[in-house]
């Protein structure tokens, strides 16, 4: 009928506004679950929780919209919080920082480079790098879990426990870097030059884009932001178990999807990334509050990954079912 709402505009509409349709149910089921969920020291208190994981979406979105994976943020969270952790006592945290940066940086230039100049498949070589990194960690803490001896005497913990004007830092940090990755993937030519790989890596070969070196420079902002994370893990704690990071790739890439970023490349933004990153956290937090145990936080991600992998897949056809189905 001409003018009304049809079948298809109905499947269309959640196709692309899928996940937000179901956030606003899952918000409002909540608040009526329990009358804590929108207190306003619950909401602080998800954003903070969520500002490590947040920090760590932020770079993976970039590889993300340029084509590929990186499974190995987890384990590489871990190492830069072992490394920063036992180098503060050994030469000083002003020193412990920039050489944990450097050490991470150069993790994420290696994968870079595998995957940007060698050309292998970014799935396989994080993966396998996942495995490494672990590995890699495990021995330089010689499988022991690090701790700051004296944590009354530094000031350290201000990036995992400070707060300005009442804000607590971790997310001052995230909300500075994700307007800053925003600006660089939505206001400058690389940003451009990373849709352009992602959405099509021939043809923008072949219109003079270096693919490999924008590749190559996606991984090395992951990393930087694992190393913030990493950063802000190790000051919250000012102690940490060498499997801190473990199972961290999942939820990143989970809130990265849930944000709009393709698994096919050339579509996301910072923006809608921060939002997938806390529908992940409230969704967690109101899945506590209603009694659920933790680890049932593992079936939900898992849902919400596949929802979020149909409804993408759903808007690229325009339609909700194959129409093979």
């Known amino acids: 009928m001409a003018g009304g709402i049809t079948k298809s505009d109905i499947g269309g509409l959640l196709a692309k506004q899928g996940i937000l349709i179901a956030f606003v149910i899952f918000m409002?089921?909540?608040?009526i679950a329990n009358e804590r969920f929108l207190a306003p020291e619950n909401v602080m208190g998800v954003v903070r929780s969520s500002a490590i994981l947040g920090v760590m979406a932020l770079g993976v979105t970039f590889v993300v919209i340029s084509g590929n994976l990186d499974l190995s943020v987890g384990s590489m969270m871990s190492f830069s919080t072992i490394v920063v952790l036992d180098l503060h006592d050994k030469i000083g945290p002003e020193f412990a920082i920039p050489a944990m940066f450097v050490m991470t940086l150069c993790l994420g230039a290696f994968i870079g480079f595998l995957v940007g100049y060698l050309k292998l498949n970014s799935l396989i070589v994080t993966l396998g790098m996942l495995s490494a990194i672990h590995g890699l960690t495990l021995t330089y803490s010689g499988g022991k879990n690090m701790d700051i001896a004296n944590k009354g005497e530094t000031w350290f913990a201000v990036f995992g426990q400070g707060s300005v004007?009442?804000?607590?830092?971790?997310?001052l940090i995230f909300g500075l870097l994700a307007a800053l990755l925003g600006m660089v993937l939505g206001k400058t030519p690389f940003g451009r030059k990373v849709y352009a790989v992602g959405g099509n890596g021939v043809a923008a070969t072949f219109s003079g884009i270096p693919r490999?070196?924008?590749v190559f420079t996606c991984y090395l902002l992951s990393s930087l932001c694992v190393a913030t994370a990493g950063l802000i893990q190790a000051s919250r704690s000012m102690g940490s178990q060498n499997t801190v990071g473990q199972g961290l790739e999942l939820e990143v890439l989970a809130a990265v999807i849930l944000g709009g970023a393709s698994l096919l490349g050339g579509?996301?933004?910072i923006f809608k990334t921060i939002i997938g990153v806390l529908i992940l956290g409230f969704i967690q937090n109101g899945l506590l509050l209603v009694g659920?145990?933790?680890?049932?936080?593992?079936?939900?991600?898992?849902?919400?990954?596949?929802?979020a992998v149909w409804l993408d897949i759903a808007a690229k056809r325009?339609?909700?079912?194959s129409p093979i189905a």
Do not use: E, K, M
């Open 28 to 31: 409002i089921g909540f608040t």
């Open 318 to 321: 325009g339609r909700l079912l």
């Open 212 to 214: 490999a070196r924008v």
């Open 267 to 269: 579509s996301g933004t």
């Open 165 to 171: 004007l009442g804000i607590p830092v971790p997310i």
């Open 292 to 307: 659920l145990q933790f680890y049932a936080q593992y079936v939900v991600t898992w849902v919400i990954i596949i929802l």
